[in-house]
């Protein structure tokens, strides 16, 4: 499933006859990184897609989920079910899943479970345009958060402007999982 949303920046880039050099110097990323996503052996951050579509003019969902619409205002996601499937790991250290049926009309948040691996090595901060809240469902997380480290625990929750510095990294000897809602408005 992950190789999608590089098919969709491909398709994009291509489409506004940009080269990867050129994204890659808007989007501060790596030429080799940005190839991984499009090849789909690599699977770009929630930050690194608000980001992307920003640069190739689309919308934050229609980029992870594609162009497709849906007409009801309501989407209910049962149990074990995922309407994008689980996303790889990313460079930020976690992997991730949709919550949610893409292309709800109205869409301006997107919901994810993101499970670190307390292994992983840290990743660099980053920054996106929008908000996150953060939900920690199990284990404990670091949140980096504008120069400040944070210890966030089961049942703990933040609320950040993510145009400034942030990473989450897992903490312990098991891996943690938070909920994320992301508005990328």
Do not use: W
């Not at 951050?45 to 640069?55: H, P």
């Not at 003019?57 to 229609?62: L, R």
């Not at 007409?71 to 689980?86: F, H, V």
């Not at 929008?130 to 284990?139: A, K, L, S, T």
């Amino acid at each position: 499933m992950r190789k999608y949303i590089g098919e969709r920046v491909q398709k994009l880039r291509e489409a506004q006859g940009l080269t990867r050099q050129e994204v890659c110097k808007l989007a501060g990323l790596e030429l080799s990184q940005l190839q991984a996503y499009e090849e789909g052996t690599a699977v770009p951050s929630v930050g690194v897609v608000i980001n992307l579509s920003r640069i190739l003019g689309s919308k934050f969902e229609g980029l992870l989920h594609g162009g497709g619409t849906v007409t009801d205002a309501l989407t209910i996601c049962r149990s074990g079910e995922s309407y994008a499937g689980q996303q790889g790991d990313t460079e930020q250290g976690y992997a991730y899943g949709t919550l949610t049926r893409p292309g709800t009309v109205g869409h301006v948040m997107e919901p994810f479970m993101l499970t670190f691996d307390p292994q992983a090595p840290k990743s660099p901060p980053i920054t996106h345009d929008g908000q996150e809240f953060v939900y920690v469902v199990e284990g404990t997380i670091e949140l980096f958060y504008d120069g400040k480290n944070y210890r966030l625990e089961k049942g703990d929750s933040a609320y950040l402007d993510a145009s400034r510095s942030h990473r989450f990294h897992g903490l312990g000897e098991k891996q943690a999982q938070i909920l994320a809602v992301v508005s990328s408005i």
